[in-house]
């Protein structure tokens, strides 16, 4: 499966495998599985804890970027500027919550996909 592919699953929350399940059934609650293939999320104890790397990564990037930026390019002072990116620092992870699981699942999937006999009988299921 291509990298793009899967990129585009997790940009829209879906199933890394199918594309077609939901990852999450609220907010921050995810299914088990995957309500259209099965595919069990978390793979094992503390699966999802690659994905706060992911998170904090990306934050990280976004946070020095932004202050580098606004130094350069802005008349803000660097105490609105500080206080505007500790908002940010506080905000951003919560929302990205979700992308970064699922970010985290596509990685896991491409670089690690499941057994070959999991996937036939996965496929002979559907
Ligand atoms: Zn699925």
């Not at 500790?86 to 996909?113: E, K, Q, S, T």
Request: charged share 20%; hydrophobic share 45%; net charge positive.
């Amino acid at each position: 499966m291509s990298l793009w592919k899967l990129i585009g699953r997790a940009a829209r929350l879906r199933c890394p495998r199918c594309g077609r399940g939901k990852l999450f059934a609220g907010a921050l609650r995810m299914h088990p599985n995957c309500p259209a293939c099965g595919l069990r999320y978390e793979r094992e104890p503390g699966y999802f804890l690659g994905s706060i790397y992911f998170n904090y990564g990306v934050t990280a990037l976004l946070v020095t970027a932004a202050y580098v930026a606004g130094f350069a390019l802005t008349d803000l002072s660097p105490r609105v500027l500080l206080w505007s990116l500790a908002v940010f620092c506080v905000v951003f992870p919560l929302w990205f919550f979700r992308y970064a699981r699922a970010i985290w699942m596509v990685w896991d999937h491409f670089v690690d996909p499941p057994p070959a006999e999991a996937r036939d009988t996965e496929q002979r299921d559907r």
